[in-house]
């Protein structure tokens, strides 16, 4: 039994979701609920492994060993249902670099990339820091849970000249796991059209049963000579200081090119304790994944129940997976600024608004739920004092 409850503090670590909030919002003893690190202990397994490699007493080069490669392999078969080999897996400090990196790889400066709007706010940056044109298809809702526009997204893709989609996979911030059927919908437009697709599955293994998550890779190996899939340890693992991720492509022709352009900066290598804490992630991780998963569904039941009778004027899709949570706050008629502003001075309680998203997440507001109890329980009351009517 891992201990989840226990409250470690984490100011004056220069972490970025506890330490930075202070100064940007001039307001004291705020809660940070935003950036998708969880407050957490890394598992001790990880941590022993990191120390190993510390005890060595030389931190020299590195290179990934062949039980690196294993233990990916390994925990995609057995969490994912993907075969991969050796030469499909590349290495990268994030993966928010493999997506720029794919972007300036696949696509030319003015050429359009395709994204979902709401979606996890560095797919836009990216696209744009590389001078790229960002085009973007709705997420509707229905049923309480986001769906893709298909038609939307084909005819963009005809006319609009799409190179590339990049897909949160399951989706940040909606928490929605994408089915094989939407999946395949998905692929064959990219297929038809022409269009590469980065599946970034980083969230894969936080699924709430009976949700299953299905790997872009899983649908038909006619799509591989146009899919990129990105995963890493450290979402899952609470490492995300670490740097470290995976990039997967089976053709070999993608590869190269991808490989090629890793080559003209020397991406591909990353730091010896990276290496090391993945490895023991997917090596060890099995239980204490499953408790952690445990653990989040009941802070989202926790959540829920709270809104439904303390604040049921805000409507909540509930996750399928992630420990993140979009709320819906635009019944309270207020400004995306007067609503961030409600949260920090009146709640003291910082969260991730959900305009950052895109234009459909304007009067959203995202909640990361990984946390000990205690601090939801404080967060919970702090929203109540932000967004009661
Ligand atoms: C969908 C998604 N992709 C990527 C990342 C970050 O990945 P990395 O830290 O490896 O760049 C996050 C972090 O929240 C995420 O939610």
């Known amino acids: ?20 909030i202070d100064e940007t919002y001039h307001e004291a003893g705020l809660l940070p609920m935003w950036v998708a690190d969880m407050d957490f202990a890394t598992p001790d397994f990880i941590r022993e492994a990191i120390a190993a490699a510390l005890d060595h007493k030389v931190l020299g080069y590195t290179m990934a060993p062949e039980s690196l490669y294993e233990a990916i392999i390994q925990w995609e078969a057995t969490q ?12 990268s400090p994030g993966v928010v670099p493999s997506i720029a990196l794919a972007i300036e790889t696949l696509t030319q400066v003015e050429e359009a990339v395709m994204i979902h709007d709401p979606v996890y706010t560095p797919f836009r940056e990216m696209v744009e820091q590389n001078n790229r044109k960002v085009i973007t298809s709705t997420l509707t809702i229905e049923n309480g849970q986001f769906v893709m526009d298909f038609k939307d997204i084909e ?17 940040n911030p909606g928490g929605r796991v994408w089915s094989r059927g939407e999946l395949n919908t998905l692929l064959s437009l990219c297929k038809k059209y022409q269009v590469y697709c980065l599946s970034d599955e980083i969230h894969s293994d936080l699924i709430f049963a009976p949700h299953q998550f299905t790997s ?13 899939v990105l995963n890493a340890a450290t979402k899952t693992f609470n490492m995300a200081g670490v740097k470290h991720s995976m990039i997967y492509v089976k053709d070999s022709v993608l590869r190269a090119k991808l490989m090629a352009a890793q080559a003209k900066s020397e991406q591909g290598t990353i730091n010896t304790f990276g290496y090391a804490a993945t490895e023991a992630a997917y090596r060890y991780g099995k239980d204490w994944l499953k408790e952690l998963i445990g653990y989040i569904q009941e802070n989202q039941r926790l959540f829920m129940d709270f809104f439904a009778k303390e604040l049921p004027h805000i409507s909540v899709i509930k996750p399928e997976g992630t420990y993140l949570i979009w709320i819906d706050c635009r019944s309270l ?47 919970l009351q702090r929203l109540k004092l932000a967004l009661a009517k």
Not at 80 to 91: D, V
Not at 155 to 171: A, C, H, M, Y
Request: hydrophobic share 40%.
């Open 333 to 379: 008629g207020l400004s995306d600024q007067t609503l961030k502003e409600r949260l920090i001075h009146q709640g003291k309680i910082v969260l991730s608004p959900g305009i950052d998203y895109g234009l459909n997440g304007s009067g959203w507001m995202r909640v990361n739920l990984g946390c000990p109890k205690e601090i939801l329980e404080d967060g």
């Open 80 to 91: 994912h249902q993907i075969q991969l080999k050796k030469e499909h897996i590349l290495f």
């Open 155 to 171: 005819k963009k893709f005809s006319t609009e000249k799409v190179r590339l989609f990049i897909l949160s996979n399951p989706q």
């Open 1 to 20: 039994m891992y201990n989840f409850d226990q409250i470690i503090l984490r100011k004056g670590t220069n972490s970025k979701k506890w330490d930075s």
């Open 216 to 228: 872009a890779f899983a649908i038909d190996e006619a799509f591989d000579d146009l899919l990129i």
